[in-house]
């Protein structure tokens, strides 16, 4: 077959490699067309000889080289043929007489995205290499030359189309975001847009080499205060916008979210840069015929590796622009031995589990091992490595040995707490799938083998010494689980809770270490590569303050149960299922993330689960799905080029045994106007930036300090926006926000109302504490309705609320505006934070809303508190029960909130918490969000 | 070296010197006072270097040279010694009734004690990338003053030989 082909001068076929056949495509014009131009002529010269090769940039003259080398001989059925072409088919020939345009065949449908290319000039593209999502192929660079602003427009275009903001004017300068200023003063908020993606960032045209629409990450993934970046730290300063990243790298994957798995890179070719590592990603640009690729971030030029072209599985020539690396911002390669210390580590899993008199009378024990025996084949262990440990702790150690074969585990008792000793060499820490029948009977065992213990007293600090000392060789998790402070061997904690230090400046003390045995302790397992989750269970004080220290820098997780009891089974549901879910998180095991960026940029601070081994190096022995880290940036010089590039590496081993380095990168446009900057700002990251900065502060300074950090640096903000940009300086009436920063004074005023937070001295230091590891732990998604809840009104939903949709997802009700204003003394409400869902009835409910919902008489009969909605044989109960089984399932993380019932005139207690979430309104001595508004206004009045 | 004669300094050269040996050749230039300088001159410069060491651990740690963990176990070595070299120092001139000295000191430790009480003297590996600019500037302030007393202390230790010599 090997047929040369002749074309005309003006013509040139190029492989299509997705629908294997030739397109032809006409130089002069840029249209392209399947069929063969005209009359054949097989076989009569050589290779087309191209119009002007030579004078094509060099990137782009590679791929087609390359295509022809491999696919040039031809072998393959279409023949290309030469030949003018006079009219085909092909509509929207308007712009090609003075803009020649270029069609790939697959896009013909796609009218949407067509106009956009009718200005295109024949400049074929890497943009034409797009993921198969977008229905484009072929297109390697044409053999024209092309003005580079051409070029410019047409990626513009495409980011343009990516970016869903159909056509941009054809113009060469920079895209600006359009600020829109609104008047907060006398609106209500809408509290819809709080689910409004970042600004987009406007990349310059001809930023990445595809234009695949994978090229940014998702806003969960990574996101940034700003999604431009400024030229200069002075710029920065004088805009007093905050620049952070924000972001979870190791999220979890859920198909019902539409999530794409992350591309994986199998062949285990890892192209970085040789000077500052950067691992090659969309916004490279290859040189010398692309030979070398230059590095985005430091500019070195790097060689290609040799295996970058090669299909190694087929054994071939391999597309270079099909590279998922090229193609997606997230992606994660496959790293080989030089990237191991050791080889894969098996997941280890270490049980700490409190059997005083206290944990066994709660019923804990009981869940807890029920929990892990029900959840032993959900933990990860696709390669039967995992291993397990158990230990009971309450005034001595209780080892279990669990040999290879036996059916019964034998225990071991240590009574010695200050020099912890492991009772036996081996059996302690056994394989999960060799050892189970012995596993099983302990668990199935466990509770009842303290039943009758009247041991008070715990030996938590112990107790974690020894499962450190069991797993430490290996790495692993170690899941402690305690309801009593500890009183005994290491770390002892004492009650610390004086009622006269809550409301005062003191308050903060309440929330630092009151032990620095778990701050060592703490660095001890990081540097083993153990990590710790703390399971709490109260009903009285437990310092998680403290406690909670162990989580924070092993990059655990704390999980909070105030007065756990198993009898309750709405307690022993939650904690069954937020445990299973632990248990069940496919962890990343040693892992240490870094972020590069760009020359000029510097990774300032750091907020987040982890320890931090070096100036820029995050060590985290294990990674749970779902947590949030901050990252404060600097600009150390002025940043020169067009865009700037954030690239964050997580290398880690997954519980399946295989070495891998997530890969995150994000490229952002600079801009050198505050206007600019501000028009770019993202509320929701903003405020999650705010947020770990008052934690922070919180700890270091007082609670007072960091209300006040949070309020300032949105006054701050806001002044600059009205002197700056708006330039409508002097005193006004009204308070000028930009439109896409609407929402950060009512997520701030929501903060500073917070339990994490908020002023007063009634909120128990514990809550406090768990709070605030929430806040600084949750992704974006859950930490804003953490902030600022959402509210819904049942009894007047519309009605398709409630109900499966036609896509089967169950519609939630429109969120209302968190005030009382919207409470109907008839009424049926829900308020949600994640972490409870509160259902207020009000108190003049008609009967028939209590019979249907509550299965109950009247409005006197119902019980408010912890509760589960019956499930009851009318519409309206089902679609309630609905709202609260999407709502439990509706974002990413192990919580499943409570339900409570609250009456609105009864229990105040209760009735004010959840009063409490209700954060527009006026509460004690806390502001409304009207007047949280006017001091706002009037801290910007005052930097005039 | 009082009475032992020439022969035996000849012979036996004396190559090591002890502190009795400078003891004995300096009592009768010094008087008490210049003893109590010269003490300051040389915790002076001790404590000088110690904040160079710590100055120096610090950048190492920027430089990625050292990981924090194996920073804060060094340093928190010297942390206390030198708040209590430097108290000892300062207690010398109080007892010694030196109040310029005294004064100048005082600061100091009222610093040191009022860390030591809200138990933060001690380097937090887990904190220590958040205030390490906070140390630094620390470390250089010490390093000033101590510098400056040095000096201080040099000029009061030579006052006090050349009023004796008078």
Not at chain 1, 319 to 330: G, P, Q, T
Not at chain 1, 597 to 607: N, V
Not at chain 1, 639 to 657: D, E, M, N, P, W
Not at chain 2, 66 to 83: A, S, T
Request: proline share 7%; glycine share 6%; hydrophobic share 40%.
């Amino acid at each position: 077959m090997s047929q040369e082909i002749h074309l005309p001068q003006g013509w040139e076929a190029r492989w299509d490699g997705q629908s294997n056949a030739y397109i032809y495509v006409e130089q002069s014009t840029g249209r392209s067309q399947w069929e063969v131009p005209t009359q054949p002529s097989y076989g009569s010269s050589p290779a087309p000889q191209q119009s002007a090769p030579s004078s094509r940039p060099g990137r782009r003259q590679y791929p087609t080289a390359q295509i022809q080398q491999v696919y040039g001989g031809g072998g393959y059925d279409a023949q290309p043929q030469q030949q003018p072409i006079t009219a085909p088919g092909y509509p929207d020939q308007g712009g090609a007489q003075q803009q020649p345009q270029y069609f790939t065949p697959g896009f013909g449908g796609q009218d949407a995205q067509q106009p956009s290319y009718g200005q295109q000039p024949q400049q074929p593209a890497y943009g034409g290499q797009q993921a198969p999502a977008y229905g484009q192929q072929g297109g390697y660079g044409g053999a024209q030359q092309q003005p580079v602003d051409q070029m410019n427009n047409q990626f513009q275009q495409m980011n343009m189309g990516y970016q869903g903001q159909g056509q941009a004017p054809n113009h060469g300068g920079p895209q600006l975001h359009s600020i829109q200023t609104v008047n907060l003063i006398g609106m209500q908020p809408d509290v819809s847009g709080l689910d409004a993606p970042p600004p987009p960032s406007l990349l310059p045209p001809n930023a990445s080499v595809t234009a695949s629409p994978h090229i940014q990450p998702d806003p969960s993934y990574q996101r940034c205060t700003l999604t431009s970046m400024p030229t200069t730290q002075s710029l920065l300063n004088k805009s007093k916008l905050p620049l952070a990243l924000v972001m979870a790298p190791y999220r979890s994957f859920r198909e019902s979210d539409g999530d794409d798995p992350v591309p994986v890179i199998e062949d285990s070719v890892i192209a970085r840069c040789r000077r500052c590592r950067a691992y090659i990603n969309p916004f490279v640009t290859f040189i010398e015929g692309g030979n070398r690729w230059k590095c985005c971030m430091c500019g070195l030029s790097n060689e290609v590796p040799q295996l970058f072209d090669w299909n190694q599985v087929e054994n071939k020539q391999a597309d270079r622009w099909a590279r998922k690396e090229l193609n997606h911002s997230v992606v994660e390669f496959i790293a080989p031995t030089e990237y191991m210390v050791r080889p894969p580590q098996p997941p280890v899993y270490a049980f700490v589990i409190d059997v005083s008199q206290q944990a066994v009378q709660s019923g804990m024990v009981a869940v807890a091992a029920r929990t892990i025996l029900e959840s032993l084949d959900n933990i990860p262990n696709a390669d039967k490595r995992t291993k397990i440990a158990i230990i009971a702790v309450s005034t001595s150690l209780h080892f279990f040995s669990l040999p290879v074969g036996a059916t019964e585990a034998s225990m071991l008792v240590v009574s010695d707490l200050t020099d912890v000793f492991l009772p036996k060499p081996v059996d302690l820490l056994v394989n999960l799938t060799e050892s189970r029948p012995a596993i099983e009977s302990l668990l199935g065992k466990l509770s009842d083998m303290f039943q009758d213990s009247h041991t008070v007293g715990n030996a938590l600090g112990s107790a974690l010494q020894a499962a450190h000392q069991l797993i430490g060789k290996i790495g692993g998790k170690i899941i402690a689980l305690t309801a009593t402070l500890p009183t005994l061997g290491e770390g002892v904690l004492k009650a610390r809770d004086d009622p006269k230090l809550l409301g005062t400046s003191k308050e903060s003390s309440l929330l630092n270490a009151a032990s620095s045995f778990y701050k060592t302790f703490a660095i001890e397992c990081s540097k083993q590569q153990v990590a710790v989750d703390m399971f709490l269970f109260s009903t009285s004080y437990t310092d998680v303050a403290t406690l909670s220290c162990l989580p924070r820098y092993t990059a655990g997780q704390t999980y909070l149960y105030p007065g756990f009891n198993a009898s309750r089974s709405e307690d022993a549901i939650k904690f069954a299922t937020e445990f299973s879910k632990v248990l069940a998180m496919p962890i990343g095991l040693e892992a240490v993330i870094r972020v590069r960026a760009s020359r000029g940029i510097r990774m300032s601070a750091f907020h987040g689960n982890f320890f931090i081994r070096s100036t820029d190096l995050l060590a985290l022995p294990v990674v749970p799905t779902d947590q949030n880290y901050v990252i404060e940036l600097q600009l150390e010089d002025d940043i020169k080029g067009s865009f700037v590039v954030l690239q964050t590496a997580i290398l880690h081993t997954t519980c399946y045994g295989e070495r891998r380095i997530r890969v995150i990168t994000q490229a952002m446009p600079t801009t050198d106007s505050i206007s600019e900057l501000y028009g770019s700002a993202d509320q929701v990251a903003i405020a999650t930036y705010l947020t770990n900065k008052a934690v922070e502060r919180s700890m270091s300074h007082s609670l007072d300090d960091a209300r006040n950090t949070i309020t300032n640096k949105l006054g701050d903000m806001l002044s600059v926006y009205k002197n700056q940009v708006t330039s409508s300086a002097g005193a006004s009436a009204q308070l000028a926000v930009p439109d896409n920063l609407k929402l950060l004074p009512l997520l701030c005023c929501a903060l500073v109302k917070h339990v994490g937070l908020r002023e007063g001295a009634s909120i128990p230091p514990d809550l406090r504490a768990y709070a605030q590891c929430l806040l600084t732990t949750l992704p974006c998604q859950s930490l804003i309705p953490y902030i600022h809840p959402r509210f819904y009104s049942l009894h007047n939903m519309p009605p398709e609320a409630g109900n499966p949709g036609d896509d089967g997802i169950i519609a939630l009700p429109p969120a209302l505006n968190l005030t009382s204003e919207r409470l109907e003394r008839h009424g049926l409400f829900l308020i949600e934070d994640g972490q409870n869902i509160f259902i207020w009835v009000g108190h003049e409910a008609v009967p028939r809303l209590i019979q249907d919902v509550f299965d109950l008489n009247s409005y006197g009969e119902l019980q408010g508190g912890k509760t589960t909605l019956p499930l009851l044989d009318n519409p309206f109960s089902q679609r309630v029960n609905n709202i609260i089984a999407k709502t439990r399932e509706l974002r990413r993380g192990v919580y499943r909130p409570h339900v409570y019932v609250v009456k609105s005139d009864a229990e105040p207690a209760l009735r004010s918490w959840a009063l409490s979430l209700l954060v527009e309104d006026r509460m004690d001595h806390m502001s409304s969000y009207a007047q949280y508004l006017t001091t706002v206004k009037s801290k910007v009045s005052l930097y005039v | 070296m009082g009475g032992e004669g020439m022969f035996p300094l000849i012979y036996s050269p004396r190559v090591e010197w002890t502190i009795a040996d400078l003891y004995f050749i300096l009592t009768p230039y010094l008087t008490f006072l210049g003893w109590l300088f010269l003490f300051a001159v040389l915790m002076a410069a001790v404590l000088l270097f110690t904040m160079v060491f710590f100055i120096i651990m610090f950048s190492d740690l920027e430089c990625d040279y050292i990981n924090p963990i194996d920073l804060c176990n060094k340093l928190n070595q010297f942390v206390l010694p030198e708040m209590i070299a430097h108290a000892f120092l300062t207690l010398c001139f109080l007892l010694s009734g030196q109040w310029l000295a005294f004064l100048l000191n005082a600061p100091l430790v009222g610093y040191n004690v009022n860390k030591i009480m809200a138990k933060n003297h001690m380097y937090d590996a887990t904190e220590i990338f958040r205030t390490l600019s906070g140390h630094k500037k620390e470390s250089f302030i010490k390093l000033g003053f101590y510098l400056v007393s040095f000096f201080y202390y040099l000029y009061r230790m030579i006052l006090a030989l050349i009023s004796e010599s008078d």
